[in-house]
């Protein structure tokens, strides 16, 4: 039995760049000797989750099948801001009741069960979809799926915080990230190779394999060895809306940290016009969806472990450097959708640009991710994680609706210029934040 522990125990020194997995710090005793395990338990529940948030992106995919089953134009617009403001408004509200248990991972356990039956109705409506009643299915379908997300989202970070030691949780989601970049890289050539095939199989398919990539999710946290926590302190909803504004005014580092939060916004958003701007030269063709999953799967596989080092290094600067990369790629896809030339009516300079971005994103949602991990305590961490949440998922849906609006009005590349701007603000922002870890 001791060989297994210490090979597990030597490959996660490895991943981590640390010398002693016996060296943990701000989690409980007990779980230290369970780290390298549950290390790797985080790991592959994270590449479940992360594969299939790939496989249903709001960005990139359920666009393709709106359009597949005819569903109107404007009903597009509204994906990216219910699958982020679905999974981000509700947490405060569920940050009391999971504080209240000893143990979270059940909740995270939860959350990634009912992802999966979302998935498989999407992947139902692929095939039997159609027109409006269609896509009001599929927008029906993705508000629980959005939902279960929050629920694993605060859970996650809340087991995570309990489980992995500072200076390794960066590691952790950065390798995550490869291996499901990995993945989503061979599902985009499968995608291109059925390039000519009916496109509402394909995407079934594609969806399935979300469902079950899900059910890997749940199976791996269930498994995770979960030290009891403080079970003092839960709170009501309003208790806890009341005590998380409070806690706006007193923490200035929490109420910068969120104002740069919601600037970097403009990356999440940005990303379907890039997409759009692409899909306009290569249509419904499948083709054109392979080549945008395989630049994406392949940015993630290579930047996120280059992310993870960074954010445990420094997640104030990773914040910082995303926003910078934010603004070029901006520039870069207004450009293109502006320059003459008979190569600018090809996907290929935009699935360029889309895979740049896809880099920089990761670096924004690893940083982010990080610094507010590292920001709280043990005792505060699920309420910070649930309030900036929920304030982000706020703002998705009002500044989504705004920017959808804009988009019908202004046109894509026009408003791409516009998330430049929001993004120079949120270079500016990450530079008040302290270092944290």
Request: hydrophobic content about 55%.
């Amino acid at each position: 039995m001791a060989g297994p522990n210490i090979s597990q125990a030597r490959v996660f020194e490895w991943l981590t760049g640390d010398e002693d997995s016996r060296l943990c710090a701000d989690i409980p005793e007990q779980a230290c000797a369970e780290q390298p395990r549950n290390f790797f338990l985080h790991l592959w529940a994270s590449l479940g989750n992360k594969l299939a948030d790939e496989l249903s992106s709001a960005r990139l995919v359920l666009p393709w099948l709106m359009g597949i089953i005819g569903a109107p134009i404007w009903m597009v617009g509204l994906l990216v801001p219910i699958r982020e403001s679905g999974a981000l408004l509700p947490q405060i509200f569920v940050a009391g009741f999971i504080r209240l248990k000893p143990k979270r991972k059940g909740v995270w356990v939860l959350g990634a069960l009912f992802q999966a039956l979302a998935a498989f109705a999407l992947a139902v409506l692929a095939l039997v979809g159609s027109g409006s009643l269609g896509g009001a299915a599929v927008l029906a379908v993705l508000v629980l799926l959005s939902l279960a997300r929050g629920l694993s989202s605060i859970a996650s970070k809340d087991v995570m915080g309990k489980t992995i030691a500072k200076r390794r949780r960066g590691a952790l989601m950065g390798w995550s990230g490869s291996l499901a970049g990995g993945a989503t890289l061979a599902a985009g050539g499968v995608l291109m190779l059925l390039g000519n095939q009916p496109g509402n199989l394909s995407l079934a398919v594609l969806l399935s394999v979300a469902a079950f990539s899900w059910l890997l999710n749940a199976f791996c946290v269930a498994r995770i060895k979960e030290v009891p926590g403080a079970v003092e302190g839960g709170e009501s909803a309003w208790d806890s809306i009341k005590l998380g504004l409070s806690l706006l005014k007193k923490d200035r580092t929490f109420l910068h940290f969120n104002v740069a939060r919601a600037l970097l916004l403009s990356s999440a958003l940005a990303l379907p016009y890039i997409a759009l701007l692409g899909q306009q030269q290569s249509g419904s063709d499948l083709g054109g969806l392979g080549l945008l999953v395989v630049v994406s799967g392949l940015a993630a596989m290579v930047a996120s472990p280059v992310w993870g080092k960074l954010a445990d290094q420094s997640s104030r600067r990773v914040m910082r450097n995303a926003a910078i990369g934010t603004v070029t790629c901006c520039l870069l896809g207004a450009g293109l959708a502006w320059l003459p030339g008979a190569w600018t009516q090809s996907v290929w300079p935009y699935a360029l640009v889309y895979a740049l971005l896809v880099i920089v994103h990761h670096g924004v949602r690893l940083g982010r991710k990080t610094y507010i991990v590292d920001m709280a305590s043990q005792d505060d961490r699920a309420l910070y994680v649930a309030l900036s949440n929920t304030l982000t998922g706020l703002l998705m849906l009002v500044v989504g609706g705004v920017i959808g609006g804009l988009a019908q009005w202004l046109g894509s590349a026009a408003l791409l210029l516009l998330l430049a701007l929001t993004a120079a603000g949120a270079v500016l922002s990450a530079l008040k934040l302290p270092e944290v870890e």
